[in-house]
């Protein structure tokens, strides 16, 4: 897989910018990316190195609209940790101090 495919786009939530602090970079990566996958897309990308990743899987979420019921998809985010004086700086940018 390529690294682009790989890291498919940054969570933005209050939780993603409240590990920005520790150093930690929350993405939604594609299903079938692991643990390894994703770090070497993360330093190809970003340049940065990576001293740890995180895996989770979001569970689909029923949700209804009028009468047809539904599902969200599932799928998979990486909270990735940066080696210590490193930072993205893709995410600086909607931080407030």
Do not use: N
Request: glycine share 10%; aromatic share 6%; hydrophobic share 40%.
């Amino acid at each position: 897989m390529d690294a682009r495919t790989i890291l498919i786009r940054p969570v933005i939530s209050e939780k993603s910018y409240a590990l920005i602090a520790e150093g930690k970079y929350t993405f939604r990566v594609d299903d079938r990316a692991h643990k390894t996958q994703i770090a070497q897309a993360v330093e190809e990308v970003f340049g940065v190195g990576v001293a740890g990743v995180r895996t989770a899987k979001v569970r689909s979420k029923p949700k209804r609209r009028g009468l047809t019921k539904g599902r969200t998809r599932a799928w998979k985010k990486a909270i990735v940790q940066v080696a210590p004086g490193e930072r993205i700086e893709l995410f600086e940018g909607g931080q407030t101090a």
